[in-house]
């Protein structure tokens, strides 16, 4: 199976800070990959895919980058409503995989 | 508008069986594969298995396989997840996922049911 890791676990950031979340596959992804947003007690909500396509109604201060097996989720100006646990997740092999997640949380 | 209503999340003694459903509306069902995710108390979201728009591509993931079943029926725009042999491990919220046509990843999601293996 493709393992996913995501750095760092935790990110304490304020408002206003341009925030980046990586995500390391371990072997060739090319593009297949995918970052979601989950709020406590929420689904997660789809917000790129296939690495730097930004999904529609998604505000564009969210991009993504990154190809084969290094990807980064980069938050341009952070949000209040930005705080929450971010996942990325590979649909390249047959068993799709999560990273452990990245929480932002408020400094 | 495109929703997802997943049932049948229950509390289940270890070794047990349960059946999951999930029932869509507002696309068009077959055209899209499906995903079970779930995410245990307090942990990440686990992939746990898809199935293609026609049901002729089906994947799980390893901790689940040769437990689990999903299927679909088109014809009533559901998705089921067959789960025998249950273990506590087993315990978590699961959640439907609809893919964007024919790729893997989900742009739409259900609020998930929960699910608990204990004796």
């Known amino acids: 199976d493709i393992q996913m890791t995501q750095s760092p676990s935790t990110l304490s950031a304020s408002a206003g800070d341009r925030v980046t979340i990586t995500c390391r596959a371990s072997q060739n992804i090319n593009s297949w990959l995918a970052w979601y947003q989950q709020k406590p007690g929420n689904a997660p909500k789809l917000l790129i895919y296939?690495?730097?396509i930004l999904e529609s109604g998604v505000p564009s201060r969210f991009s993504g980058s990154g190809s084969g097996t290094e990807f980064t989720l980069t938050i341009s100006s952070l949000q209040p409503d930005d705080f929450a646990i971010y996942h990325c997740?590979?649909?390249?092999?047959?068993?799709?995989?999560f990273g452990q997640g990245t929480k932002v949380e408020i400094k | 508008e495109v929703h997802l209503l997943e049932s049948g999340g229950d509390l289940v003694q270890p070794g047990g069986s349960l059946r999951l459903s999930c029932t869509a509306s507002g696309f068009t069902f077959s055209s899209h594969t499906m995903t079970w995710v779930r995410q245990a108390p307090g942990k990440g979201l686990e992939w746990v298995s898809a199935?293609?728009?026609?049901?002729?591509?089906?994947s799980y993931a390893d901790s689940v396989k040769g437990r689990f079943t999903i299927s679909r029926d088109n014809s009533k725009n559901t998705i089921s997840l067959q789960m025998n042999n249950l273990r506590d491990e087993d315990t978590a919220v699961y959640f439907c996922?609809?893919?964007?046509?024919?790729?893997?990843?989900?742009?739409?999601w259900g609020e998930g049911t929960p699910v608990t293996v204990s004796s």
């Open positions: 199935i293609s728009g026609g049901g002729d591509y089906i």
């Open positions: 296939q690495a730097s």
């Open positions: 997740q590979q649909y390249s092999s047959y068993t799709r995989t």
């Open positions: 996922g609809k893919g964007q046509l024919s790729n893997f990843y989900m742009d739409v």
